[in-house]
């Protein structure tokens, strides 16, 4: 299928601006302009509260005053490397309306300032923060998910796996989950649709710089973990796009899960570029997967 119409629009719009390739900045660079092109939600919430939740900066979202809420920890996209909580504020109070549930964004430390593995464990880190203070959240600490998109996805997933406390779902939009960059997504989707094969690798050399892990490592990629592991992991939803160098490894992770016996839904996003999901408000298909991933994460936290 080609591009959607929306999607190829909007992809023009972007290449209008004339920005640098990714991998010929320098990262301070690369989140300044992020944060110029990011606009203020329109999407009204019942409540925010920012949060210190270990000296790791955090945002709450709740949709309505109910005291037994179930609560999803959510980690930002971006590389690692970019990517705060306004950069995902509509797509949390999507996700809080939507689900009728309690949200927590998470202000991860970000590389190459802070390399692996500083946003695991910090991704670790808050969602024990999550379990121990859910009550003082108003919310229950047996309903509780882990979700994220890209590099939140990849955290999400490890986090899932690792299994810090308890969980019963995870949302994993447009993960990375095998950092080896060898899946054929890498090179149809190599450039023109907003990620490239380029900018994934700068992405991963920033994560990686501190020589801590490697591509192959089940921390870095959770797609090289035991089957044990993925097994015992909880109720997935994965969604992917077809215009994405990431494709490719989330379809295989989601059937992984699948095989090994983890209820897991994939929704596969034809027409669609990575990145897709954050931009519901010029995207039928992004509104689309804000609603599922909204509906899904609902229906596991009201069990």
């Not at 900045?25 to 690369?30: F, G, L, P």
């Not at 309690?102 to 464990?121: K, T």
């Not at 590099?151 to 949302?171: E, I, R, T």
């Not at 939009?173 to 649709?193: F, K, L, M, Q, W």
Request: aromatic share 8%; glycine share 10%; with cysteine.
């Amino acid at each position: 299928m080609p591009l959607h119409p929306q999607a190829a629009a909007l992809l023009e719009l972007v290449a209008a601006l004339g920005d640098p390739p990714l991998e010929e900045s320098i990262a301070a660079e690369a989140r300044a302009l992020r944060k110029s092109r990011q606009q203020p939600s329109t999407e009204p919430i019942h409540r925010t509260r920012d949060l210190d939740v270990e000296g790791i900066p955090a945002r709450l979202y709740r949709p309505n005053d109910r005291d037994d809420l179930g609560l999803l920890v959510y980690f930002h996209g971006g590389g690692w490397v970019t990517g705060d909580l306004d950069s995902h504020d509509n797509v949390c109070r999507v996700l809080a309306n939507g689900s009728g549930h309690a949200v927590l964004s998470v202000d991860y430390r970000l590389a190459p300032e802070h390399p692996f593995p500083a946003p695991l464990e910090d991704a670790i880190t808050a969602t024990r923060w999550a379990h121990a203070h859910a009550a003082e959240l108003g919310c229950r600490a047996d309903r509780l998910a882990v979700g994220g998109d890209s590099s939140g996805g990849n955290l999400a997933a490890v986090v899932a796996q690792l299994a810090p406390v308890p969980l019963v779902y995870q949302l994993l939009v447009y993960p990375i989950t095998d950092c080896t960059r060898s899946h054929p997504s890498y090179d149809e989707n190599a450039e023109g649709y907003f990620l490239t094969k380029a900018g994934m690798g700068w992405f991963i050399g920033h994560y990686l710089s501190g020589g801590a892990g490697s591509p192959a490592d089940p921390r870095v990629s959770p797609q090289f973990a035991a089957d044990h592991v993925v097994a015992a992991t909880p109720p997935a939803l994965v969604i992917t796009a077809e215009f994405d160098p990431l494709r490719d490894e989330g379809g295989a992770y989601a059937q992984r899960l699948a095989a090994l016996g983890v209820p897991t839904s994939h929704v596969y996003f034809r027409g669609m570029f990575h990145g897709f999901f954050s931009r519901g408000g010029a995207l039928d298909d992004g509104r689309a997967a804000n609603a599922l991933a909204a509906a899904a994460v609902g229906a596991a936290l009201d069990r």
